[in-house]
């Protein structure tokens, strides 16, 4: 067994036949080093940052201390990615190989991991280079740059590490009684998705009695933060392509000018924080249902707060897509199609 391995890819997204490699990797050496290196044509639709694919191989391998985890930024290197018609310049090669090797305090006689069939494995490549080079198993069955491409079609065998940067987060708004938490529930169910509730009606539960008597100005900010740390906590267990969010933080936030008289900052900071890749505004046409917790009935009031979210999208620069029909089951229907077409592409 040798001391060290060096294993060097993009890791764009992490998928299943990354970790096997790994996997298997780490049983040829006493300790494995894994080089994160930037993509060479990131997927434009899902940014990462080396620091997020450094986290995802540190959380999968947080329980196997013999494999280090590194980041380079300084070169492209695509090694244990997929089997590429690369160009092979040995003496480049060499030259990055030694880099990284004083860079991270790596032993000499350090062996570089590839699959079989990569062209750095070829016996007349590997004769001239400067380190030894070993092999992992093939598998044809994970195609790293269809996935890189496509993560939406590859869902199942992306690592759970890092599908929480590749579900799609789908905010449903609108007024009261406008229908927005049972769309909410029916689009989740639909994709079998994951939801994240309304925190307001949460907080008013468990803060304040069940009731909105005591709700005052200094009440946005916890609303806010309860509903931020349930959006994190639902993106990191991600179990669909689509995440869905029962109203937003500028809802919160005009709740608080409607009430207050007055913009919340922490409200805003968590806007801007919190960006929700898409967002379905509900028109507040629909029937108005008296459920003990709302008190914008009347047509001059739903009209009014529905000017007000328009207005504090558009200060935040928020593109949102409008569900006019007062129909329940056209909302639904309406919804759906605009996640299939933008999300699933069909």
């Given at each position: 067994?040798q001391?060290?391995?060096l294993?060097?890819?993009?890791?764009e997204?992490?998928?299943?036949?990354?970790?096997?490699?790994?996997?298997?990797a780490?049983?040829?050496v006493?300790v494995l080093?894994?080089?994160i290196t930037?993509?060479?044509?990131?997927?434009?639709?899902f940014?990462?940052t080396?620091q997020?694919?450094a986290r995802?191989?540190?959380m999968a391998c947080?329980d196997l201390?013999f494999?280090?985890i590194?980041?380079?930024?300084?070169?492209?290197?695509?090694v244990?990615?997929?089997i590429?018609?690369i160009?092979?310049?040995i003496?480049?090669?060499?030259?990055?190989?030694?880099?990284i090797?004083?860079?991270?305090?790596?032993?000499e006689d350090?062996?570089l991991?590839?699959?079989e069939g990569?062209?750095?494995?070829?016996?007349?490549v590997?004769?001239?280079l400067?380190t030894?080079?070993a092999?992992?198993?093939?598998?044809?069955?994970?195609?790293?740059?269809?996935?890189h491409?496509?993560?939406i079609a590859?869902?199942?065998?992306?690592?759970?590490?890092?599908?929480g940067?590749?579900t799609?987060t789908?905010?449903i708004?609108?007024?009261?009684?406008?229908?927005?938490t049972?769309?909410?529930?029916k689009?989740?169910?639909y994709?079998?998705?994951?939801?994240?509730?309304?925190?307001g009606?949460?907080?008013v539960?468990t803060?304040?009695?069940?009731?909105?008597?005591?709700l005052?100005?200094?009440?946005?900010?916890?609303?806010?933060?309860?509903h931020?740390?349930?959006?994190?906590e639902?993106?990191?267990?991600?179990?669909?392509?689509?995440t869905?969010?029962?109203?937003?933080?500028?809802?919160t936030?005009a709740?608080?000018?409607e009430?207050?008289?007055?913009?919340?900052?922490?409200?805003?900071?968590?806007i801007?924080?919190f960006?929700?890749?898409?967002?379905?505004?509900l028109a507040?046409n629909t029937?108005?249902?008296?459920?003990?917790?709302r008190?914008?009935g009347?047509p001059?009031?739903?009209?009014?707060?529905?000017?007000?979210?328009t207005d504090?999208?558009?200060?935040?620069?928020?593109?949102t897509?409008r569900?006019?029909?007062?129909?329940?089951?056209?909302?639904?229907?309406?919804?759906?199609a605009?996640i299939?077409?933008?999300?699933?592409?069909k």
């Amino acid at each position: 067994m040798q001391k060290s391995g060096l294993m060097i890819g993009h890791f764009e997204p992490l998928h299943l036949g990354h970790i096997r490699s790994i996997l298997h990797a780490s049983s040829m050496v006493e300790v494995l080093h894994i080089v994160i290196t930037r993509h060479p044509n990131p997927n434009q639709k899902f940014p990462v940052t080396l620091q997020d694919k450094a986290r995802w191989l540190q959380m999968a391998c947080s329980d196997l201390p013999f494999i280090k985890i590194h980041t380079c930024d300084d070169f492209s290197f695509p090694v244990h990615d997929s089997i590429e018609d690369i160009t092979i310049n040995i003496d480049g090669y060499n030259a990055k190989i030694d880099y990284i090797q004083h860079k991270f305090n790596m032993d000499e006689d350090t062996v570089l991991l590839v699959t079989e069939g990569h062209p750095l494995s070829k016996p007349s490549v590997t004769s001239a280079l400067n380190t030894q080079v070993a092999t992992t198993p093939l598998h044809p069955e994970f195609d790293s740059t269809a996935i890189h491409y496509n993560p939406i079609a590859n869902w199942d065998i992306i690592h759970p590490e890092a599908r929480g940067n590749y579900t799609r987060t789908v905010a449903i708004v609108g007024g009261e009684s406008s229908g927005k938490t049972t769309l909410s529930h029916k689009i989740a169910n639909y994709y079998g998705a994951d939801l994240v509730l309304e925190m307001g009606r949460l907080y008013v539960g468990t803060d304040l009695g069940g009731t909105e008597e005591g709700l005052q100005y200094s009440d946005y900010g916890p609303i806010a933060l309860d509903h931020a740390q349930a959006v994190r906590e639902t993106l990191y267990q991600a179990q669909s392509p689509v995440t869905i969010v029962d109203t937003d933080f500028v809802t919160t936030q005009a709740f608080c000018e409607e009430y207050e008289g007055r913009t919340h900052p922490f409200v805003t900071a968590c806007i801007e924080e919190f960006r929700f890749d898409h967002t379905l505004f509900l028109a507040n046409n629909t029937p108005w249902i008296d459920d003990g917790m709302r008190s914008l009935g009347t047509p001059s009031a739903r009209d009014r707060f529905e000017s007000r979210l328009t207005d504090i999208f558009a200060r935040h620069n928020i593109q949102t897509y409008r569900i006019d029909s007062p129909d329940y089951f056209a909302r639904y229907e309406q919804a759906i199609a605009y996640i299939d077409q933008h999300i699933f592409g069909k």
